[in-house]
């Protein structure tokens, strides 16, 4: 069974960057056949895809946040991380790192992770 | 950008219902059409791919169907642990992007 777990800081100032990781356990990122995202949900809102990385490091970000993040991975630790930078409040938000098979039926995630709320104040 | 309008937003059902909930695409996705279900506080849960293809372990009395622009997600007989907030998603073009979700409350 595959698990998705998200760590990093749940407060962050405004102007910085953001840094979460997801760990992954019960299989391995670089045995291929998926892309690994992150995802977030404004509270009380909808879902907004923020970008995938696949385990060779080939990546795609979301163009209204494409300047401001970076997603990587490090197959080694079978992590992958985000980087947001220059945060607002409107950066406030539950952070969820997630799984999507590749094929034929475009990109569904089949696992997540619990979700972490990151908060953007001073 | 494909845009995704779920509807209604909210609905209100007994258990024991029948219950619809409609997605409409900007433009034609063929069959790239995904349901997840999502309960406070916790992480969406994959119910339906492609249009109209089971996740596996989700039970029966969920099934999807549709093509095009026009999708509905069905709940043959609504459950007590059903009632949450279903998002659709698009996944025919790579800027994938989520309804704006329908609020399923307890009448």
């Known amino acids: 069974q595959v698990q998705l777990q998200e760590s990093g800081p749940g407060l962050v100032k405004p102007s910085q960057t953001l840094s979460l990781t997801c760990t992954v356990s019960?299989?391995?990122?670089?045995?291929?056949?998926?892309?690994w995202s992150w995802i977030r949900q404004h509270p009380g809102k909808g879902l907004e895809w923020i970008g995938y990385i696949y385990y060779s490091g080939s990546t795609y970000y979301n163009p209204s946040l494409k300047s401001r993040v970076t997603i990587s991975v490090d197959t080694s630790k079978n992590q992958f991380s985000l980087k947001l930078s220059s945060v607002t409040a409107a950066d406030t938000a539950v952070y969820y790192c997630?799984?999507?098979?590749?094929?034929?039926?475009?990109?569904?995630?089949?696992?997540w992770g619990q979700g972490t709320l990151v908060t953007v104040s001073s | 950008d494909i845009q995704m309008t779920q509807s209604p937003s909210s609905l209100s059902a007994s258990v024991g219902d029948r219950v619809t909930i409609t997605c409409r695409a900007s433009q034609s996705i063929s069959s790239y059409l995904n349901w997840y279900q999502q309960k406070p506080g916790k992480a969406p849960k994959l119910l339906i791919y492609a249009a109209s293809s089971l996740q596996s372990g989700v039970p029966s009395r969920f099934s999807g169907s549709g093509s095009g622009t026009d999708f509905t997600l069905t709940i043959s007989s609504l459950q007590p642990e059903d009632f949450a907030t279903y998002y659709c998603?698009?996944?025919?073009?790579?800027?994938?992007?989520f309804g704006q979700g329908t609020k399923l409350e307890i009448k």
């Open positions: 019960g299989g391995s990122i670089s045995s291929g056949g998926y892309y």
């Open positions: 998603q698009q996944s025919y073009s790579t800027r994938t992007a």
């Open positions: 997630a799984r999507s098979p590749t094929g034929v039926a475009g990109m569904f995630v089949d696992y």
